[in-house]
């Protein structure tokens, strides 16, 4: 047997309750396991640890596996009456049987030498307030993400001097600004309404002297060149009443070189109040020399204008809860994103959480996070982080033709292996973002754009398109990726066609219940390696299946089942880049 491809702990992803009545249990073997038993019951059933009890425990087999590239995942959901567990392994290959404990693996021989130990796993006990509980709307939720200057500029009012007259294309700048704000996206509530979205992500609103915001001066004020706090909240009411949720990006891992703590720190140095609000290994500042990149202070990715804060500090902890609180309180949001989540002190974020959840216990807390995300998805600190993992797997099959769709399968199940089953019904699923190339400007076709979409909306999670998504706007990389919103044109009614496909894709993740769903696998029916299939399957005797052709070449399907989206498929012939949506009853 593979010993170094087997492995499980008694935490974490391997080992956790979905609920108080279900433990979900997993482990990874290599392929030359075939079957793999738990054997499991209650610690103290046979009496007290180190009483000289002889534990027995009951022998389940684990019935369900997903395929990784050199593993299988394995899981089983188990009901303990008395909430703990301890249990041990059974691997069977081809022509050998081993028992994995927690110390390692035995034999058969091993196992029944009399008073050898047997290290067992243990999950002690499943604490309510240990599980890990997610906001249920959000998995209902389809994002859409708007960067605000670039989106309509409806309030001439309050532009300020250097605005620049409306682009309907052409690459941007940050130094730009176009003098889009809040009343904008008011103004087109009923539009995002139409195209089926719930859910809106907001990049900063806070007063900043950047177009992108995320230099911030005053996390109480919102910018003037927005609009104001009374726009605002009645932008978030008359969103609620289409339910639609609207969610804010806090930007607690650094501030703008002009808030006031940091100002002050500049001007007195040791002397300011605030001198451990920031992470500083040396003053006076040499900005000439580049401050922050020769370690005077630490900062955002070396620049001088992003000094980092320090969430270690009990007063800067407070200072951004209470930012929080605000925004909740008088502005009713829905959800707060946590820019650059993963610098932020643990000891905040559990913090963070802890207030939050008292005032509005359905509050969304997301962390933005681009790798494995696991020690901040524990249940104590965010409830999903933005599914980067995932936004790269789809790019690359789609890049790399010399994929093929069993490598497809395995960067699929990777991405959903990696954390708890009610942590991934409310990742915040993307292609692309304000901090990416666009999807349009990634694809070498406008059918492969249309094929990751569809993907992106058949997957477990909240799926979130950026704005100009739904008419397939180009965008390089950051900034380029956030041009102005082509408003004439599409009034004109000269996007109407891809709009109509986004709105299908919407209108069936919203009404298809099986598409939200975490229960999926890969029949891998054809024999064409660039065809993806994937079969969501549901608790009675239906199906929806997804084939999506990405080959070079047409392909027979059997005509049945109900369609429900179809691209290239006539007659029984999926064309190459096509898309076959269809619920089946088996």
Not at 555 to 573: M, N, P, Q, V, Y
Request: aromatic fraction near 14%.
């Amino acid at each position: 047997m593979d010993f170094n491809a087997v492995y499980h702990r008694a935490n974490d992803n391997f080992c956790y309750p979905l609920d108080k009545e279900r433990l979900i249990i997993n482990i990874k073997t290599g392929y030359d396991v075939k079957y793999v038993n738990i054997v499991q019951g209650d610690p103290f059933k046979e009496g007290i640890l180190g009483g000289g009890e002889t534990w027995t425990g009951e022998i389940l087999n684990i019935p369900f596996k997903k395929r990784l590239k050199n593993q299988i995942w394995w899981t089983t959901t188990l009901e303990p009456q008395f909430k703990r567990l301890k249990y041990y392994f059974e691997l069977q290959t081809e022509d050998e049987l081993w028992y994995y404990f927690e110390d390692g693996f035995v034999s058969q021989r091993q196992l029944n030498m009399e008073g050898r130990s047997r290290q067992c796993f243990v999950f002690p006990w499943m604490n309510p307030s240990d599980i890990p509980v997610v906001p249920q709307w959000v998995n209902d939720t389809v994002w859409y993400q708007i960067f605000p200057d670039r989106f309509y500029n409806a309030d001439a009012s309050i532009n300020p001097s250097y605005v620049l007259p409306w682009r309907n294309k052409g690459k941007v700048s940050n130094e730009e600004f176009y003098g889009g704000d809040l009343q904008g996206i008011k103004e087109k509530l009923n539009y995002l309404q139409e195209l089926g979205i719930s859910g809106i992500y907001l990049t900063p609103i806070n007063e900043s002297p950047s177009s992108h915001k995320y230099d911030t001066t005053d996390y109480f004020k919102i910018d003037s060149h927005f609009g104001s706090e009374e726009t605002f909240q009645s932008l978030v009411q008359e969103a609620h009443q289409r339910n639609i949720k609207v969610m804010l990006d806090g930007v607690f891992n650094h501030c703008g070189s002009k808030f006031e703590p940091w100002l002050d720190v500049v001007e007195k140095g040791p002397d300011s109040e605030y001198w451990e609000w920031f992470l500083i290994e040396e003053w006076p500042f040499d900005f000439s020399k580049g401050a922050a990149r020769n370690k005077q202070y630490y900062s955002f990715a070396f620049c001088d204008q992003m000094p980092k804060l320090n969430t270690n500090n009990p007063k800067v902890r407070d200072y951004f809860i209470q930012v929080c609180e605000t925004w909740i309180k008088k502005y009713d949001v829905d959800g707060i994103r946590l820019d650059v989540a993963n610098e932020l002190s643990h000891t905040f974020c559990k913090e963070l959480r802890k207030e939050l959840k008292k005032i509005k216990p359905d509050v969304y807390i997301l962390g933005e996070i681009w790798h494995d995300a696991m020690p901040w998805l524990r249940g104590d600190e965010f409830d999903g982080v933005m599914n980067y993992p995932l936004a790269e797997s789809i790019k690359d099959f789609w890049i790399d033709k010399s994929l093929s769709k069993e490598d497809f399968e395995f960067m699929i199940n990777r991405c959903y292996t990696g954390y708890m089953q009610q942590t991934n019904d409310v990742l915040f699923n993307l292609l692309d973002s304000h901090d990416t190339k666009r999807l349009r400007s990634e694809v070498h076709s406008i059918d492969e754009f249309y094929q990751q979409l569809a993907t992106l909306f058949i997957m477990p999670g909240s799926p979130c398109i950026f704005y100009g998504t739904e008419i397939a706007m180009e965008g390089g990389h950051d900034p380029d990726c956030r041009r102005c919103m082509p408003w004439e044109e599409i009034e004109q009614g000269i996007y109407d066609e891809s709009i109509e496909i986004l709105k299908q894709l919407i209108c069936l993740r919203q009404q298809e219940p099986l598409l939200k769903s975490r229960n999926f696998h890969f029949p891998n029916f054809y024999e064409n390696p660039r065809v993806i299939e994937i079969s969501k399957l549901g608790w009675i005797d239906n199906a929806v299946d997804i084939i999506m052709n990405c080959s070079e070449e047409e392909i027979s399907i059997e005509e049945e089942g109900e369609i429900l989206f179809h691209r290239h498929f006539s007659e029984g012939i999926l064309g190459k880049n096509g898309i076959l949506i269809r619920k089946d009853i088996r």
